[in-house]
């Protein structure tokens, strides 16, 4: 199984960005999908997951600004980020759950910078 990140960059305070995470192989039932950052000397923390039935789980320091989605049919999650603040700044990582545990994604870096 992989899972392929996209959409990190550049952005400036106030600003938007997409990510999309598309799990690909022998996925199985995809339980979880999700997406969690790690700043610079910080630990990696919940940004924002969903889970198969559509339950919703949003950080407090990213509520009413990020927004996450999931197709089921493509396997991908996504992840809408308006209103960007410095504190955003951190590499992006896509994580799934299936019946056999936990399988993460790469990284994608976003840098919010005017």
């Known amino acids: 199984v992989q899972l392929q990140a996209c959409g990190g960059g550049l952005v400036q305070p106030g600003g938007s960005l997409s990510l999309s995470c598309a799990a690909s192989g022998r996925t199985f039932s995809i339980r979880y999908m999700g997406w969690y950052r790690q700043a610079p000397g910080k630990q990696r923390e919940l940004v924002a997951g969903?889970?198969?039935?559509?339950?919703?789980t949003v950080a407090d320091s990213v509520k009413g600004r990020f927004a996450i989605s999931r197709d089921n049919a493509k396997k991908t999650v996504y992840l809408q980020m308006n209103s960007l603040k410095s504190e955003d700044t951190a590499i992006y990582y896509c994580?799934?759950?299936?019946?056999?545990?936990?399988?993460w994604g790469q990284g994608t870096l976003v840098t919010v910078s005017s």
């Open positions: 969903i889970v198969s039935g559509g339950t919703v």
């Open positions: 994580k799934m759950n299936n019946a056999y545990g936990d399988v």
